[in-house]
């Protein structure tokens, strides 16, 4: 999933424009993707988390 | 799993992992099985390896944003065909597990073709699945260290090659080859060769079966694509059942028996140790191990084989089974049609972009002569794998002259940004803006044509 997310939206937008907006300028393409990719493999990590959490809670009731 | 406590239910996510031996396995599922992974472990290793037209047959080169797969570059404007083919590759997952249930899982998934490995090098190095249990429950001592040792080394090292290739899909291979032993590896490609080559002893040598059962989404929803016509593994409880041994010569329907001997093999082979006779199970690859071992007792017994087989719901409660059915059908056809489509454009698109840009300084600059000035940036960029001459026309005015000399060349793959200078006569402005065209053709191959339009800013009142 990260691997589709990191691969459509860094294709429409370049990731070091991305990390020059947030003030990182001397980044590396390498980098700049390796960044993005784990920041998207981190919000589906989340995504999943908040499920079991919400689906515990949900069941406890 | 639930355990009780204290007279509440409370649920635990994660149930104690007991270690699985799973046996060595022959026959035709196998074969296909290795066959399966012979050419996908063989594709990813050897690839990097293979240049076509001077470059890396499959490299997706970040740093300069550009993907270059067999005759193809990709760059990032063609971002739609990324998004085609993850569209293709989810039709085609819901087409084959609709068709044959968890065929993805069980011949093809990186888990699966990598675990297979990693159990091929267990059992050379510990032995058979009995020795390696005998091993597991030895004392410790310095023989047992010692294979172990020998295991664990043998996985690291094809880890380590592993994530060594996976680094050369995005970094070409012979370079990261002289890196490496020059020790000038860079800090991201060395922390992405370690990370995979972790991920890859960690998923395959350890984690094995866990990863289908609680990492991997589609085990769970792959249910949802199965329907009473899908062929899945299953066990022919009415034929099999009641279960027993017995000896070879022995009639079952004497004893009262099912064609099942309950020798238990089915649980031995599987991968994620589970019993196919309980039904389909979500834990269930599809690797059809356990139809494999099956028939190999089946024929020792002298009983016809397909106890377990691959089946449909509807064939084992006696209803007819359709195979081209609807869904099948739909799948079928937008599959194809979106993978012609997208090799159709890919295969048209055109092998050069023009772009240009205003220079936003000054709307014109007049001359001692009169002349009426515009100024530009003009970006081509040869998305071809060969070098090309280029030759620029600008309409749109008569008498416009261009400061462009042709010919332009732009080497393969390249962007060339050059400032371009436009004049022209203030007689020929009717117009304070006027749209002009931009026409470059490749010289040797008139068929390589491209046009991009701009404006011309000349005075208010000409």
């Known amino acids: ?61 | 799993m639930a355990t009780e406590q204290n007279g509440s239910i409370e649920s635990t996510l994660f149930e104690k992992r007991k270690k699985l031996y799973p046996r060595e396995v022959h026959g035709l599922f196998a074969k296909l099985r290795i066959l399966g992974i012979t050419v996908l472990l063989g594709l990813y290793y050897l690839l990097p390896w293979i240049n076509l037209n001077e470059h890396q047959i499959v490299l997706l080169d970040l740093p300069a944003r550009k993907f270059y797969i067999f005759h193809w570059i990709f760059w990032p404007q063609d971002f739609i065909y990324l998004a085609l083919l993850l569209i293709c590759a989810a039709f085609a997952l819901f087409l084959f597990t609709a068709l044959a249930g968890r065929l993805w899982c069980g011949y093809a998934c990186p888990q699966t073709v990598w675990t297979e490995v990693f159990l091929w090098i267990e059992r050379k190095v510990e032995g058979s699945r009995s020795q390696q249990m005998k091993l597991d429950k030895q004392a410790n001592s310095l023989n047992k260290f010692r294979i172990k040792a020998t295991k664990h080394t043998l996985w690291v090292i094809f880890a380590a090659f592993t994530g060594f290739t996976f680094v050369g899909f995005f970094t070409p291979i012979r370079e990261l080859s002289t890196s490496i032993m020059n020790f000038q590896l860079g800090p991201w490609e060395t922390f992405w060769l370690i990370f995979y080559s972790l991920a890859t002893y960690g998923n395959a040598g350890w984690l094995r079966e866990q990863v289908c059962m609680y990492m991997c989404p589609y085990a769970r929803f792959q249910s949802a694509m199965l329907d009473k016509n899908s062929l899945v593994i299953s066990y022919d409880a009415l034929r099999g059942e009641p279960r027993g041994s017995r000896k070879k010569r022995q009639d079952p329907v004497a004893k009262n028996l099912g064609s099942c001997v309950d020798c238990t093999l089915c649980v031995q082979v599987c991968p994620t140790g589970i019993d196919i006779r309980d039904g389909l199970q979500y834990e269930c690859i599809g690797c059809a191990a356990c139809i494999d071992v099956c028939d190999d007792v089946m024929e020792k017994m002298d009983y016809p084989s397909g106890l377990i087989k691959y089946t449909t719901e509807n064939s084992l409660d006696g209803k007819p089974t359709k195979i081209l059915r609807a869904r099948v059908i739909i799948y079928t056809l937008l599959l194809i049609s979106i993978l012609a489509g997208v090799i159709y454009s890919i295969e048209t698109r055109d092998s050069v972009a023009l772009n240009i840009l205003r220079d936003r300084n000054a709307l014109y600059r007049e001359g001692y002569d009169g002349t009426i000035s515009n100024s530009y940036t003009i970006k081509i960029l040869n998305m071809d794998l060969i070098e090309h001459r280029y030759k620029i026309d600008v309409s749109g005015i008569d008498g416009l002259e261009s400061s462009i000399v042709d010919p332009i060349y732009v080497g393969a793959g390249q962007v060339l940004e050059a400032p371009l200078l436009l004049s022209a006569q203030p007689e020929a402005l009717h117009n304070p803006s006027i749209k002009i065209t931009l026409s470059l053709r490749a010289s040797e191959y008139p068929s390589i044509t491209t046009e991009s339009e701009g404006r011309f800013i000349g005075p208010l009142d000409p």
């Open chain 1, 1 to 61: 999933m990260a691997c589709a997310l990191s691969g459509i939206i860094f294709s429409a937008i370049d990731p070091l424009l991305i990390a020059a907006e947030m003030g990182f300028n001397d980044l590396s393409y390498l980098a700049a993707y390796s960044i993005g990719f784990f920041f998207f493999w981190g919000v589906c990590a989340w995504s999943g988390l908040f499920s079991i959490i919400f689906s515990r809670a949900a069941s406890n009731k």
